[in-house]
Every structure is written in C-alpha cells, then in structure tokens.
C-alpha cells in the first residue's frame, strides 16, 4: 500500500511541475544580449567610440536587388597592400535593419594577398548592408550599399 501511495504522489509532483515549468519559462523576459543592439551600438562596440571612414579601399559587392532575402550573397575586398605595415585585422558584416543587425565578424591574421570575405546573409526587409573593416592600425573604413527586397521578384 505504501508503494501506491508513493506512486500517486510521484506522479501528482511530476504533473504539476510540467503545467507549472512551461508558464514560468513562457514569462520570462527574453534576455538582451550582444545581438539586442542597434546598428550604432553595435558600431561603438566594436570600433570603440573612434571613428569610422568611408573609403574607396573597401569594395562590397551586393546585389542591388534581391529576390530571396534568406541568401543574399555578399562579398566584401579591400584593396591590398593598404601600406607595407598596416593589413586588415577584421571585416565585419552589417544589416543595418534586422533584428541581429551583425551579420558576420571575421578575424584575419597578417597575410600577403588580398583581403577578402564572401558569404550569404539573411535581410527581413529591404535594407542598407554595411561593411566595417578594422585595420591593424586601429582605422575603421567602412562601406554600405541599400539591397531591395522582393518577393519572388515582383518588387
């Protein structure tokens, strides 16, 4: 009799934890991390607070319309050798729209060639895409070119 009565215990215990857990999980506030930020907090994380330059060096390549927002292909270069000790450090890749607005951070070490990333990322909505690209100096040059979204092609 006392293992009945354990048994009914265990599962009135265990059915009220599952009602109980998914509310509490369900309430809780999502938390804000890195990724909760707007395009210039998002900037002044990473640069700082110093300042950011637009330049001819920085080449982002997009297309300027876009029929699938879920692959848009991007490809950012810079024009290499910037000076014979300055290389580029880091690029990092911007939807300056989306709920996540960074889209790709990619560390690079000293190399004799050209400095180049390419990939696809995701926009909600028609939207500027940026490119940052920090140098080993500690200059941030930058690029951005607006994308149209459409659906299907329609515009």
Same mark, same amino acid.
């Given at each position: 009799?006392?293992?009945?009565s354990?048994?009914?215990?265990?599962g009135?215990?265990t059915?009220?934890?599952?009602?109980?857990?998914?509310?509490?999980?369900m309430?809780?506030?999502a938390?804000?991390?890195p990724?909760?930020?707007?395009?210039d *907090?998002? #900037?002044?994380?990473?640069?700082?607070?110093?300042?950011?330059?637009?330049?001819?060096?920085?080449?982002?390549?997009?297309?300027?319309?876009?029929?699938?927002?879920?692959?848009?292909?991007?490809t950012?270069? #810079? *024009?290499?050798?910037?000076? *014979?000790?300055?290389?580029?450090?880091? #690029?990092?890749?911007f939807?300056?729209?989306? &709920?996540?607005?960074?889209?790709? *951070?990619?560390?690079?070490?000293?190399?004799?060639?050209?400095?180049?990333?390419?990939?696809?990322?995701?926009?909600? &909505?028609?939207?500027?895409?940026?490119a940052?690209?920090?140098t080993?100096?500690?200059?941030?040059?930058?690029? &951005?070119q607006?994308?149209?979204?459409? #659906?299907?092609?329609?515009?």
């Open positions: 009799m006392q293992r009945r354990f048994l009914r215990g265990l009135l215990i059915a009220a934890s599952a009602v109980i857990t998914p509310t509490m999980v309430g809780a506030e938390p804000a991390g990724n909760a930020l707007s395009i *907090d998002a #900037i002044k994380a990473i640069t700082g607070g110093k300042s950011v330059v637009a330049s001819p060096k920085v080449h982002l390549k997009a297309p300027e319309i876009a029929e699938n927002g879920a692959v848009v292909p991007v950012v270069e #810079i *024009d290499s050798p910037m000076t *014979d000790a300055d290389h580029v450090k880091a #690029i990092h890749i939807a300056t729209k989306n &709920s996540n607005v960074r889209c790709a *951070d990619v560390m690079l070490t000293p190399m004799n060639g050209k400095a180049m990333f390419s990939s696809r990322v995701k926009l909600g &909505s028609s939207q500027e895409v940026m940052l690209v920090e080993s100096t500690g200059e941030f040059l930058s690029a &951005s607006n994308v149209k979204v459409t #659906i299907g092609g329609c515009g």
